[in-house]
Structures are given as structure tokens and as C-alpha cells.
């Protein structure tokens, strides 16, 4: 079975003035609390536009037995915005935040 999924995300913007915020970001719970730390990603030029404002995209690898949150342009103004861990090499979303704290806690150390 696959322990890793992979995730394309569009960079949306003007590249002179940073693009929206996206990214994949690694989702920790410790001391009642939790923390996101971003996660590197591998950028593609090959389907970008002449100044670079669309078609720029980047992928990242996801294991499994972590949480992450995705941040993905869909436009100009909008995000898909939500969090999800990788079951047998395919991305599961959660319902809702609450789902995602119930998993950290079930399933950290």
C-alpha cells in the first residue's frame, strides 16, 4: 500500500507581488494546543503564463499518519481551504475541524 499522496496546487498572483497564500502545512497538537509548519514543496514552471500570474504549480508530497492543511487557490479571490491526512495512498478530507482535533488526539504519541 502507498504511504504518501501527492497534491498540485496552482500559485495564483503576480509574482512581483507574492502570489495568495497557498501552501501544504504539517499540522502538530501537543500541549493542548496546535501547530501548522509549512511544507516544501517542488515548484513547475512548465504551464505558467507569459508573466507568470497563472499556471505556476506546485507539488508536494504527503505522508501517512500525519494531518495537513491545504490552502489551494481555485481563483482570483477564492481558496479551497481545509484540512486531511493520506489513508491508503489517497487524501482524506475531514468534515470539520473538530474531526481533525479528534484524529491528533487518537493518534499522537
Known amino acids: ?5 501527492t497534491v498540485k496546487i496552482e500559485l495564483i498572483g503576480n509574482p512581483k ?13 501537543d500541549q ?3 501547530a501548522e509548519e ?3 514543496g517542488h ?3 512548465e504551464k505558467a ?10 507539488w508536494f508530497f504527503l505522508a501517512s499518519g500525519q494531518v495537513y492543511h491545504v490552502l489551494s ?6 481558496c479551497d481551504d481545509y484540512f486531511c491526512h493520506v489513508m491508503n495512498g489517497k487524501i482524506v478530507r475531514f468534515e470539520d475541524f473538530e474531526d481533525m482535533i479528534e ?3 487518537d493518534h499522537s504519541g
Open 1 to 5: 500500500m502507498p504511504k504518501f499522496a
Open 17 to 29: 507581488l507574492g502570489f495568495q497564500r497557498a501552501g501544504v502545512f504539517v499540522v502538530t497538537f
Open 32 to 34: 493542548g494546543g496546535i
Open 38 to 40: 509549512r511544507l516544501e
Open 43 to 45: 515548484r513547475d514552471y
Open 49 to 58: 503564463n507569459s508573466v507568470g500570474s497563472r499556471g505556476v504549480h506546485e
Open 73 to 78: 487557490p481555485t481563483s482570483w479571490k477564492r
Open 103 to 105: 484524529w491528533l488526539r
